[in-house]
């Protein structure tokens, strides 16, 4: 069973600042792509940061340069900073651990955490 519990979310003014986390208990956690994910109302889940079991990283074009995605697999967490906020980053934010096997592929949502971003 793969748990996700994602925290540090709340109101922030535009411009400000937040750290999300994302609390994974899983084994093997260093093996799995982890990705930060989120939905707006009205709108479609989309992908906002990601890092391979590798430490690579992708993100969203909205959010280059203003969020930075990283992970501790020692202490089995994902961060995502997120500088810079902007009103249109308003969403609930979700945690997704993903990993590819021989025996196929998993992947596990967090309950997410509200972002809102407003003055």
């Known amino acids: 069973q793969v748990h996700l519990v994602e925290s540090g979310g709340g109101l922030v003014q535009p411009g400000g600042s937040l750290r999300l986390s994302c609390k994974a208990s899983?084994?093997?956690?260093?093996?799995?792509?982890m990705g930060w994910y989120r939905q707006a109302p009205g709108k479609q889940r989309e992908l906002v940061a990601a890092i391979t079991s590798g430490s690579r990283t992708n993100y969203a074009d909205s959010v280059k340069g203003r969020f930075t995605i990283s992970r501790d697999n020692a202490e089995k967490m994902v961060y995502l900073q997120m500088n810079s906020l902007r009103p249109e980053d308003t969403a609930v934010y979700y945690c997704?651990?993903?990993?590819?096997?021989?025996?196929?592929?998993?992947?596990?949502w967090g309950q997410g955490t509200q972002v809102t971003i407003s003055s």
């Open positions: 899983v084994s093997f956690f260093s093996l799995y792509d």
């Open positions: 997704k651990a993903d990993r590819t096997t021989v025996a196929g592929q998993y992947y596990y």
